[in-house]
């Protein structure tokens, strides 16, 4: 796999698939951009997709065909969220609270699916009741959809790496131009697989490396916790607008327990 930019990919016609949807909105919005200044009134808007629309995309291309694995039933997030319950139930966990132990349950299992563990591989490598509990799980839920031919978001990624006209289609349901990968890190072996299956279809397969940039450094000294926030919002603030496509960004280590006060700093 070779490394390339986006505007590469993008130029000649090909695809650029995200690990995140932020990602996408911003290599379109950049591309936009360096359209617009390059003088162009109107241009094709680019192929950007993050990585499970892409799937999606070349599931449904693969269903109109009525190839496998687009014989199978594509599961929502919602429906594989009420799979996992019925699962959980069955296995007598309904006590436990599924609005916390389903989104665990649901990203093991895609970790599962991205680092090709399987549930045997699960079970014996289970040191504790609790993950021979999670391997019994993962063990369900994939014989649940083979008995109804299911597949979800996740099965979806390994079905792509390792069926060539899943992949094939896919590509075909594109612009037919290279492909780049942009985003992820670690480099799971289901991505890999991906790429490879790509790869041998004869595409270029390219790892797109972020925009270097430049910068300065500096420290700033402030009376407390709220007052950085103060400070950092606005430096943020004055920064804002100045460089189209690259907005300022703030990072806070524990978000997820400051939200609401950081919210309310950044609004005043």
């Known amino acids: ?105 649901a990203a093991g299992w895609s970790l599962c699916q991205a680092w090709g563990i399987s549930s045997g591989d699960l079970a014996a490598a289970a040191d504790s009741e609790d993950a021979r509990t999670f391997a019994r799980w993962v063990r369900a839920y994939q014989d649940e959809l083979g008995r109804r031919s299911w597949i979800d978001s996740a099965g979806l990624l390994q079905a792509a790496g390792r069926v060539g006209d899943f992949t094939g289609r896919g590509a075909r349901a594109s612009r037919g131009g290279p492909f780049g990968f942009a985003g992820f890190d670690p480099w799971t072996p289901a991505l890999a697989s991906l790429a490879g299956t790509l790869g041998a279809t004869g595409i270029r397969v390219s790892a797109l490396a972020p925009p270097r940039r430049t910068g300065t450094l500096g420290v700033v000294a402030a009376r407390d916790e709220s007052d950085e926030l103060a400070r950092a919002f606005a430096w943020a603030a004055s920064h804002s607008g100045q460089a189209p496509g690259s907005p300022p960004a703030i990072i806070v280590p524990d978000l997820a327990e400051q939200a609401a006060r950081v919210r309310r700093i950044g609004l005043d």
């Open 1 to 105: 796999m070779t490394a390339a930019s986006a505007a590469d990919v993008l130029s000649a016609g090909g695809t650029v698939i995200t690990a995140t949807h932020r990602l996408a909105r911003q290599i379109r919005q950049r591309h936009d951009l360096a359209r617009a200044a390059a003088g162009a009134r109107a241009w094709p808007m680019a192929d950007v997709l993050p990585l499970d629309a892409w799937l999606r995309r070349a599931w449904e291309a693969t269903a109109l065909c009525d190839a496998p694995p687009g014989r199978q039933r594509l599961l929502s997030d919602d429906e594989s969220r009420i799979v996992w319950r019925r699962v959980l139930a069955a296995d007598g966990a309904e006590r436990l609270d599924s609005g916390v132990i389903l989104p665990l349950v």
